[in-house]
């Protein structure tokens, strides 16, 4: 069994502003991966949060079928230190703004396939380490 981690954030100079994010993502074997940095135009620290999340899915499954390997058989652990976009995710917390149910019913399809998925919450300074921001 194959296992990974994806470790996003996101942000917005201003809320709402010029949003960006970043998400890196590596096999659970090794410390080094792939990192990529997003600009989204304007929108809010959620938003940016949540469009860094759905990117690092939609990169990890173009790279699973690149190695035809089924998502099925993956398991994967989810970091970030947004409570909101986390324990949405998780089921935890419930989405009241429909923009952020949209994002939310996004990510937890993207991430659905896979055999398992694990969400952990990391402090801010963990992820600003690894991404930078």
């Known amino acids: 069994m194959t296992r990974?981690?994806?470790?996003f954030d996101g942000g917005s100079r201003g809320n709402p502003g010029p949003a960006y994010g970043s998400y890196h993502i590596?096999?659970?074997t090794t410390t080094k991966g792939i990192t990529e940095r997003l600009e989204f135009g304007r929108g809010t620290n959620n938003e940016a949060e949540y469009?860094?999340?759905?990117?690092?899915?939609?990169a990890l499954h173009?790279?699973?079928a690149g190695m035809e390997q089924n998502p099925a058989a993956v398991e994967l652990e989810i970091r970030?230190?947004?409570q909101l976009v986390m324990r949405q995710?998780?089921?935890r917390w419930k989405a009241k703004d429909?923009?952020?149910m949209r994002l939310r019913d996004e990510a937890?399809?993207?991430a659905e396939p896979f055999r398992r998925v694990v969400y952990k919450e990391q402090p801010r300074q963990a992820t600003v380490k690894l991404l930078g921001h």
Do not use: N
């Open 4 to 7: 990974y981690t994806i470790v």
């Open 26 to 28: 590596r096999p659970w």
């Open 51 to 58: 469009l860094s999340l759905i990117a690092a899915l939609r």
């Open 62 to 64: 173009a790279f699973l």
């Open 80 to 82: 970030g230190d947004s």
């Open 89 to 91: 995710v998780a089921g």
């Open 98 to 100: 429909a923009r952020m």
């Open 108 to 110: 937890q399809q993207l």
